[in-house]
Protein backbone atom coordinates (compact mmCIF):
# COMPACT_ATOMS: atom_id res chain seq x y z
CA UNK A 1 0.00 0.00 0.00
CA UNK A 2 1.61 3.45 -0.91
CA UNK A 3 2.18 6.59 1.41
CA UNK A 4 -0.83 8.82 0.82
CA UNK A 5 -0.17 12.42 -1.41
CA UNK A 6 1.98 14.63 0.64
CA UNK A 7 1.24 18.01 1.55
CA UNK A 8 2.34 20.71 -0.34
CA UNK A 9 6.21 20.82 0.05
CA UNK A 10 9.79 21.66 -0.93
CA UNK A 11 12.70 19.16 -1.45
CA UNK A 12 15.44 20.64 0.75
CA UNK A 13 17.63 17.52 0.79
CA UNK A 14 18.49 13.53 -0.56
CA UNK A 15 20.33 10.70 1.49
CA UNK A 16 20.93 7.83 -0.87
CA UNK A 17 22.21 4.44 0.75
CA UNK A 18 23.24 1.82 -1.40
CA UNK A 19 24.25 -1.39 -0.09
CA UNK A 20 25.31 -4.58 -1.67
CA UNK A 21 26.50 -7.86 -0.43
CA UNK A 22 28.95 -10.39 -1.75
CA UNK A 23 30.23 -14.05 -0.97
CA UNK A 24 34.13 -13.77 -1.64
CA UNK A 25 35.53 -16.94 -3.57
CA UNK A 26 37.14 -17.75 -0.18
CA UNK A 27 34.17 -18.68 1.63
CA UNK A 28 33.73 -15.10 3.59
CA UNK A 29 31.08 -12.49 3.17
CA UNK A 30 31.41 -9.00 2.24
CA UNK A 31 29.15 -5.88 1.98
CA UNK A 32 29.58 -2.68 0.63
CA UNK A 33 27.75 0.55 2.05
CA UNK A 34 27.46 4.03 0.43
CA UNK A 35 26.04 6.99 1.40
CA UNK A 36 25.59 10.20 -0.65
CA UNK A 37 23.92 13.22 0.87
CA UNK A 38 22.57 15.84 -1.67
CA UNK A 39 21.16 19.58 -1.58
CA UNK A 40 18.86 20.19 -4.87
CA UNK A 41 19.99 23.62 -4.72
CA UNK A 42 23.66 25.89 -4.12
CA UNK A 43 24.75 26.68 -1.10
CA UNK A 44 27.48 27.92 0.92
CA UNK A 45 29.27 24.84 3.21
CA UNK A 46 31.83 26.35 5.57
CA UNK A 47 34.55 24.91 4.89
CA UNK A 48 34.00 24.23 0.84
CA UNK A 49 32.53 27.45 -0.10
CA UNK A 50 30.19 27.78 -3.01
CA UNK A 51 28.03 24.20 -3.74
CA UNK A 52 26.10 23.67 -6.82
CA UNK A 53 23.17 21.80 -6.77
CA UNK A 54 23.74 17.73 -6.38
CA UNK A 55 27.27 18.38 -5.02
CA UNK A 56 27.78 15.73 -2.29
CA UNK A 57 27.45 17.31 1.12
CA UNK A 58 28.65 13.84 2.17
CA UNK A 59 30.34 10.88 0.46
CA UNK A 60 31.39 8.06 2.37
CA UNK A 61 31.48 4.22 2.43
CA UNK A 62 31.89 0.75 4.12
CA UNK A 63 33.21 -2.62 3.51
CA UNK A 64 32.68 -5.35 6.34
CA UNK A 65 34.02 -8.63 6.10
CA UNK A 66 32.63 -11.47 7.74
CA UNK A 67 33.19 -14.80 8.31
CA UNK A 68 30.43 -17.44 8.56
CA UNK A 69 29.86 -16.81 12.43
CA UNK A 70 29.11 -13.29 11.75
CA UNK A 71 32.75 -12.00 13.24
CA UNK A 72 33.67 -9.25 11.27
CA UNK A 73 37.21 -10.09 9.94
CA UNK A 74 37.78 -6.78 7.74
CA UNK A 75 36.78 -3.27 7.82
CA UNK A 76 37.41 -0.35 5.55
CA UNK A 77 36.03 3.31 5.20
CA UNK A 78 36.23 5.55 2.82
CA UNK A 79 35.32 9.38 3.00
CA UNK A 80 35.31 10.60 -1.02
CA UNK A 81 33.47 14.13 0.08
CA UNK A 82 33.05 15.50 3.51
CA UNK A 83 32.24 19.14 4.37
CA UNK A 84 35.46 19.24 6.93
CA UNK A 85 39.43 18.06 6.92
CA UNK A 86 39.20 16.47 10.23
CA UNK A 87 36.14 13.45 9.11
CA UNK A 88 39.25 12.27 6.99
CA UNK A 89 40.37 11.11 10.66
CA UNK A 90 37.68 8.39 10.73
CA UNK A 91 38.07 5.87 7.72
CA UNK A 92 41.12 4.37 9.44
CA UNK A 93 39.35 3.81 12.65
CA UNK A 94 37.06 1.16 11.43
CA UNK A 95 39.82 -1.53 11.50
CA UNK A 96 38.79 -1.53 15.40
CA UNK A 97 35.61 -3.36 14.20
CA UNK A 98 37.41 -6.46 13.25
CA UNK A 99 36.53 -8.86 16.31
CA UNK A 100 33.11 -7.59 16.69
CA UNK A 101 30.46 -10.37 16.04
CA UNK A 102 26.79 -9.30 14.47
CA UNK A 103 23.92 -10.16 16.43
CA UNK A 104 22.29 -9.06 19.49
CA UNK A 105 24.61 -5.98 21.05
CA UNK A 106 26.51 -5.49 18.20
CA UNK A 107 25.32 -1.62 17.70
CA UNK A 108 26.60 -1.51 21.91
CA UNK A 109 29.73 -3.45 20.67
CA UNK A 110 30.50 -0.83 17.34
CA UNK A 111 29.75 1.80 19.80
CA UNK A 112 32.50 0.74 22.77
CA UNK A 113 35.11 0.17 20.07
CA UNK A 114 34.36 3.75 18.41
CA UNK A 115 33.32 5.93 20.67
CA UNK A 116 31.08 9.00 19.56
CA UNK A 117 33.74 11.36 19.71
CA UNK A 118 35.99 9.39 18.08
CA UNK A 119 33.61 8.19 15.14
CA UNK A 120 31.43 9.88 12.18
CA UNK A 121 27.63 10.06 12.81
CA UNK A 122 26.73 9.64 9.30
CA UNK A 123 29.71 6.12 8.81
CA UNK A 124 27.90 4.88 12.25
CA UNK A 125 24.41 5.51 10.65
CA UNK A 126 25.72 3.22 7.44
CA UNK A 127 26.62 0.50 9.34
CA UNK A 128 23.49 -0.31 10.45
CA UNK A 129 22.11 -1.08 6.51
CA UNK A 130 25.59 -2.53 5.69
CA UNK A 131 24.50 -5.50 8.73
CA UNK A 132 20.70 -5.80 7.13
CA UNK A 133 22.01 -6.02 3.85
CA UNK A 134 24.86 -8.70 5.23
CA UNK A 135 22.16 -10.43 6.95
CA UNK A 136 19.73 -10.80 3.65
CA UNK A 137 23.02 -11.49 1.67
CA UNK A 138 23.98 -14.75 4.05
CA UNK A 139 20.20 -15.59 4.45
CA UNK A 140 20.96 -18.79 2.57
CA UNK A 141 24.11 -19.34 4.51
CA UNK A 142 26.02 -20.71 1.11
CA UNK A 143 26.23 -19.43 -2.45
CA UNK A 144 22.18 -19.62 -3.37
CA UNK A 145 22.47 -21.95 -5.80
CA UNK A 146 23.23 -24.71 -3.28
CA UNK A 147 20.02 -24.61 -1.31
CA UNK A 148 21.14 -24.50 2.20
CA UNK A 149 18.26 -22.33 3.46
CA UNK A 150 16.09 -24.98 3.02
CA UNK A 151 18.25 -27.44 4.08
CA UNK A 152 18.45 -25.34 7.55
CA UNK A 153 14.53 -26.07 7.93
CA UNK A 154 15.21 -29.61 8.73
CA UNK A 155 18.72 -28.87 10.15
CA UNK A 156 19.67 -27.09 12.91
CA UNK A 157 21.09 -25.22 14.02
CA UNK A 158 19.07 -22.38 14.32
CA UNK A 159 18.98 -19.70 11.86
CA UNK A 160 20.89 -16.89 13.00
CA UNK A 161 17.73 -14.14 11.81
CA UNK A 162 15.02 -15.90 14.32
CA UNK A 163 13.84 -13.29 16.93
CA UNK A 164 14.94 -10.69 15.28
CA UNK A 165 12.67 -8.90 13.73
CA UNK A 166 8.38 -9.00 14.21
CA UNK A 167 7.96 -11.33 11.15
CA UNK A 168 10.53 -13.94 12.38
CA UNK A 169 9.82 -14.23 15.83
CA UNK A 170 10.26 -17.34 17.10
CA UNK A 171 6.04 -16.99 18.48
CA UNK A 172 4.48 -15.80 15.11
CA UNK A 173 2.93 -17.40 12.59
CA UNK A 174 5.97 -17.02 9.94
CA UNK A 175 8.61 -19.78 12.01
CA UNK A 176 5.83 -21.46 12.96
CA UNK A 177 5.09 -21.97 9.21
CA UNK A 178 9.02 -22.36 8.02
CA UNK A 179 10.87 -23.22 11.09
CA UNK A 180 8.63 -25.02 13.33
CA UNK A 181 11.39 -26.74 14.90
CA UNK A 182 11.99 -23.43 16.75
CA UNK A 183 8.72 -22.34 17.13
CA UNK A 184 7.14 -21.43 20.39
CA UNK A 185 3.78 -20.66 21.34
CA UNK A 186 2.80 -17.10 22.09
CA UNK A 187 2.26 -16.10 25.79
CA UNK A 188 -1.63 -15.90 26.64
CA UNK A 189 -2.48 -12.58 28.12
CA UNK A 190 -4.52 -13.26 31.21
Not at 68 to 84: C, E, K, Q, S, T
Not at 155 to 178: E, M, Q, T
Request: net charge neutral; charged share 25%.
Amino acid sequence: MPLPPPSARRHIHSRKVHCEGFLREDGLWEVEAALVDQKPFPHKDWERGPRQPEDPVHKMSIRLTVDRNLVIVGAVGAMDDVPYATCQDVPPRMAALVGVRLGSGWREAVRERIGRRQNCTHMFELIGPAITTLYQSMSYREPPDEGAAHEAKTNPPRPYFLDGCYSWRIDGPVVAKHFPMFATKAEEKA
